[in-house]
């Protein structure tokens, strides 16, 4: 019996093995790539939709290796690509959705402007690299005919493709049944600039909802830009800047440093006559002044030392921005020669045009800005009688110091950011003694009525400290007042400055000092200031004379504008003053970094109805020591 029953468990054994072994050999998954891996490998694109036909190179294209790895990365849920033309980004989609396709089979959703654009691309470029491409054309889904004598088709349509584990759907960004009619896991969209409102509400939220309920989502936003803000829809720019910003960065042959590749390193001379002279064109180091480009396509070797530095490292979305000055394919001089162009016959369209398909960057009609502040002063609007909006769920207010005065603004804050003016407060005297300051305690402890009963205080200020003369005075005032976020800024014009970060304590005060980002500030606040419909990003300003937003108010408040200037080559930006004032301004600035701070989660006390500041807040009172000089 023993002997039977061992060579029972012996036969049990080898056959487990055998099975084991059969099952590993036949099921094993292949192994995992990446999506520069994945596309090197098995894409191939198709004849008469690139001029380079054939297998898919990345080192091609170098600096689309990094936008392809993080696109497919599980470690990365949201991408956005902000391009010029020529670079290569429709190929990116494809080799994003091929990955999917084949790698992760998933629901998938490809979003153009609209139907007809869908139904285009579906034609023009996913079909053709369907069957170009074996691993795809494998996988397309088919279904048996109607006729059993007949041989199968494909199941597939031109907007909804099937494929083994998944689907590609392709939508219009104008139909909104399209939008939200289904559960998706990778959400890809094309130019998004494009994209108009519908009566569903924006249909890039709509397309995003769809993405919730998946925890392993990916999210991908490409377009070349148009403006940096539209009333009627979303723009690649406001993603952009929401993201790390990441810009590619070349080595110089010369000096071993690194420099982005960007149109103010462009370079070129003029003859006697004032012609071009096509021989000086050339690309440059800032660092060394050297040659590393000259006027036809950019040597391989220079694209492919490049890597991605991000200039705002704390964001959770990577961003890439894209110039066709990294393009295999074009030529400096076509470059300079169109922007030349352009700017002897001084027209508008042209350089626009420049702008956004060479430079991949958003025009800026700096000429808006002029009459913005009676655009702003004329939509002033009645506020409830029994109190502030009942939409408000918190309120922040920005302080600017002067030697003779300080002045403050109050902002209430809704759901996405939708904003109204409460007061704007100017409180005259000398800022190095007590009786000035006291006033400014006087409005931080206020409590403001809404019309549905509740009570707000403000629940974070920041006070300028920029001033070197009252810097000592402010710290001495807002350590005293910490405990009821009155915190000491001070302002930063470095581009590209993150709006907010992490407060510091190297004073003798050790009061905590936050450094404002004031380029981004401003132009997020005039990017909201531009929208014109009640709703996400809107910023109301109130009717009552006593409130404070007086026609001087919105003439300090526009007092500059961002001005872009191309001089021999060189990109020249920033904020020009139009008035001497702009005390506004700052004031609307400090007070939209402290939202920052705060960072209330709004649609979750929206839907709670709670009062968002805290009961810290509510019930301790500021409190005041008196020294022999200066404030506390």
Known sequence: MKSTTALQNSRNSLLNNL??????????????????????????????????????????????????????????????????????????????????MDQEPSSIMMVQPTVENAEAFSKERIDPTIQATPVLKEKMSVAPSEDKGRSRKSSSTIRMKHFTGGYLAMVGSNSPSGLASRPIRVLLCDEIDRFGSTQEGDPLKL?????????????????????????????????????????????????????????????????????????????????????????????????ESGVWIPKNPEARTIGYHLTSLCSP???????????????????????????????????????????????????REFYPEAGLPKEILMLTCGVDVQQNRLEATVFGWGADFESWGICHRVFFGDTKQNEVWSQLDVLLIENFHLQDGRELRIACTLVDSGDGSMTDTVYQYTKAREKSRVFSSKGSSVAGKDLIGPPSQNNRYRAFLFVVGVDAGKRLLFNRLKVNDFGPAYVHYPMARDSGFTEEYFKQLTAEVFERKFEKGRVKEGWKKLRERNEALDCAVYATAAIEIVRPAFNQLCAQGVNANTAAIQSKPVKTRKYSKGVI
């Not at 297998?55 to 599980?74: C, F, G, I, Q």
């Not at 960007?262 to 012609?275: I, K, L, P, T, Y």
């Not at 626009?352 to 702003?376: M, R, S, T, V, Y």
């Open 19 to 100: 099975f084991s072994k059969a099952f590993k050999k036949t099921l094993k998954p292949r192994p995992k790539l990446t999506g520069s891996e994945w596309s090197d490998q098995y894409r191939f694109v198709a004849p008469g939709t690139s001029p380079e036909p054939g297998r898919w190179r990345t080192s091609r294209v170098p600096y689309m290796k990094e936008p392809l790895d993080m696109a497919t990365s599980h470690s990365v849920e949201k991408v956005v690509i902000m391009a010029a033309s020529q670079v290569a980004k429709s190929e990116l989609l494809m080799n994003v959705m091929g990955y999917y």
């Open 207 to 303: 397309a995003v909802q769809r993405t919730t309920n998946f925890t392993n989502k990916k999210i991908v936003f490409v377009s070349t830009p148009t403006t940096e803000q539209r009333a009627d829809g979303p723009t690649i720019y406001e993603e952009f800047m929401k993201s790390d910003q990441r810009g590619y960065f070349v080595t110089c042959p010369h000096c071993g440093k690194q420099f982005e590749m960007e149109w103010g390193n462009v370079h070129w001379s003029n003859d006697e006559q004032g012609d071009l002279v096509e021989d000086s064109i050339r690309m440059e180091c800032p660092h060394c002044n050297q040659k590393v480009r000259g006027n036809g396509k950019p040597d391989p070797y220079l694209l």
């Open 329 to 379: 394919w074009v030529e400096l001089r076509d470059l300079v020669e169109e922007w030349v162009d352009a700017n002897h016959k001084k027209d508008k369209k042209g350089l626009q045009e420049f702008i956004n398909l060479k430079l991949g960057e958003p025009w800026h009609e700096d000429e808006a800005d002029l009459n913005l502040w009676e655009k702003l002063a004329q939509r």
